[in-house]
């Protein structure tokens, strides 16, 4: 079925998507000069929120935010059923331009291209608050906050910022949200038929297949998860090698041992140690404990989930054999997520129409659509980025692969419509 | 030779060193709660040194600090020959009572018992700043001043504050001191006959050998150096094992090679890694780049400075054998320091006509005093610490062993005297 859409101008796309990217490259849109950084409820996130909310203004399109700051943009009143595309646009602390931001920036070209081809199709443009987890540590947290996937708890104490450590509820209020009312959050899903987020891949796989379209049918779970390991704190000077509990020849054996283990697993396992906290953290002390973190992924739930429960017991094994003590704790995890079958067959038959080459896969980093895809029949497009570099400031991705994404998520749009 | 001094009460020296350190482990001589946290230019640093200028002007010294902040109190105009007793009263930054600081109160003891026992022994007491590196990273920042071990360079730029990244030296003013007169800081040696510093063992020796005096005739040399390893850093979910430049395998391949080569050497050698900060240090990252330090010791300077020349090579052989790069960045290093024998030898018949056990030993610590015997005849005095724990809040020894020590450096100095 080819999409019944007029042709598009990919030039023109590309070269909207380009001046919106380069825009929020500014040192308007980012907390540091050397990477993009950006992160819920800091005057350059609000500046970021400010500069899609005047875009889809003048579109016609209703701009408002949820109780807690993720943005709703829609060309129908509230009862309507409309169609939803969007992303999220906060970025990790040491990120590049494209990781969420591009997928806003082409949902709204999508806008653009409905509008100026008089196309009129009902839509939703949603652009979720942390989804990298900068600001609170908490990644995904919009779509898990309007999925009801936390508690009130953790928003009013748990869940604390990074650079402060006040909590969310408190950094929501004072930005002028109304976190009291964070269970509202969900009715942005009420009116939506579908859901499509695009992104970029953030590995290598499009690259090396020669691909500029990947047709996400399924989103890879995770494990996130942190160790603490408990040594004794001594001089390092004095401290004969016999006599010491360093908690750092632990960490060793863990970061090795979980390598091992994602490597022994396979099916697209992955397992990564992001974060190490040294206490006391000074040259001349044994430490007393480490804390690590763990990222353990896959599209296998099985697969990934093993992974996770034999590095924690492999953590107290190594520890005990030392004389300390590991405890593994799990700060959250997310099943595997199957996307919607019918929407992936529309963006391949739409991609098919425009003659440029496509696939299949699975996706190995989490996304808000894993929320969203709980409620809403959902899907994702990812484009090619450069050597699959992401969450870094050498991130690089192709605006004309954004726009010929914009194209073909249009083109599906519209063919689910009819 | 038996020391001539009249009977002393351990008692009451005791008593008098236990209410210094009780005092001195109060809220306003502290930035924590729960440790001691005192280093240079803070108002609980400030505290410290006023406590002692004090106590010693009771005593009829003169007190005056050097142009960085080194304590000095003599009781014999400038020119005339003293004896120098003394430590230093900062911690590190989980520290507890005893390092350092009870090495200042039990010298100050020493004058008290010279005083009231009418010795009238020429003395100066001198507490060093910056011992432990806790504000600059900088061990023995303040003999290595005085013995102009360090450059105008570092002092002006180099050395920065650990809290706000802030020079020394622009602390230093800040602090009212004079650091544009660093180099006069020597003078406070000028008339120095010999140096005896008292201090804790922070390891456990003395305690499993049951004895209560340690006299130190060699104190081990060093190498601090940091190495940095460079990755890429890559999204965690999205990046397969086999893509991955992870700079924390690396950092997990040193930590047990380290381990594993300070054990092979033996003859006293240990090597730590105490600080691990990993770049950005984010759980759904893996690491751009990781740095680690390392503090490698022993008496024996071949044997130390092999484990630190193997592991700067292992470092980098075992990160381009994933290819990445290691580059090993030394701090600093002092060579291992043999001590005093006419003045160790006055410490040991002081000690045994005391009738308690003690015994010679080295020290695997370093201590200012590798700076003092470098221009003055020197030696030390160990007491122990209670599981050799030190560097910890947990750190413990007793006012009795203290009052000892002030006895037996009180004997030693009236014999050199005479």
Do not use: K
């Not at 500029?212 to 390092?236: E, M, S, W």
């Not at 000074?282 to 697969?303: H, K, M």
């Not at 696939?359 to 969203?372: F, K, N, Q």
Request: contains cysteine; negative net charge; hydrophobic residues 40%.
């Amino acid at each position: 079925m080819a999409a019944p859409v007029p042709p598009i101008d990919r030039e023109r796309s590309a070269a909207r998507i380009e001046r919106d990217i380069e825009t929020l490259a500014g040192p308007e849109f980012t907390v540091s000069s050397e990477a993009i950084r950006r992160y819920a409820y800091t005057p350059v996130y609000r500046n970021t929120l400010d500069y899609f909310t005047r875009a889809l203004q003048e579109l016609g399109f209703t701009v408002t935010e949820d109780p807690v700051g993720t943005l709703i943009a829609r060309n129908r009143p509230p009862g309507e059923p409309v169609f939803g595309v969007g992303s999220h646009c906060d970025s990790n602390r040491n990120g590049g331009r494209y990781d969420g931001t591009m997928g806003v920036v082409t949902a709204l070209e999508v806008c653009r291209l409905s509008a100026e081809h008089s196309l009129d199709l009902p839509l939703q443009l949603i652009s979720f608050l942390e989804e990298e987890g900068s600001g609170f540590g908490q990644m995904l947290l919009g779509s898990r906050i309007m999925l009801q996937r936390v508690t009130e708890q953790e928003l009013r104490e748990s869940f604390r910022a990074i650079d402060d450590g006040r909590s969310f509820w408190e950094h929501a209020e004072e930005a002028g949200y109304e976190p009291a009312r964070w269970q509202e959050s969900i009715h942005a899903l009420d009116d939506l038929t579908g859901w499509i987020e695009m992104h970029i891949e953030q590995a290598r796989v499009l690259q090396d297949t020669g691909n500029r379209i990947g047709l996400v049918h399924t989103i890879a779970g995770y494990v996130h998860a942190d160790v603490l390991v408990t040594g004794r704190g001594d001089h390092a000077g004095a401290t004969p090698m016999d006599l010491r509990l360093d908690p750092t020849t632990v960490l060793a054996e863990c970061v090795l041992e979980l390598e091992r283990l994602a490597r022994a697993t396979g099916q697209g396992t992955v397992g990564t140690v992001g974060e190490i906290e040294v206490d006391p953290g000074i040259i001349n002390a044994i430490a007393a404990g480490v804390r690590f973190s763990l990222d353990i992924r896959g599209p296998v739930d099985d697969a990934y989930r093993g992974v996770a429960d034999e590095i924690a017991a492999f953590a107290e094994r190594a520890a005990a054999a030392r004389g300390m003590t590991a405890q593994f704790r799990q700060r959250q995890t997310l099943p595997a997520t199957p996307l919607d079958e019918r929407i992936v067959d529309a963006l391949d038959a739409a991609a098919a129409a425009t003659g440029e080459p496509y696939m299949r896969m699975h996706s190995g980093a989490a996304h808000d659509t894993m929320c969203v895809a709980d409620r809403v029949p959902s899907a994702m497009v990812f484009v090619p980025c450069v050597d699959g570099i992401s969450h870094h400031p050498a991130e690089d991705a192709d605006s004309a692969d954004a726009a010929l994404a914009a194209e073909i998520i249009l083109g599906a749009i519209a063919a689910l419509q009819g």
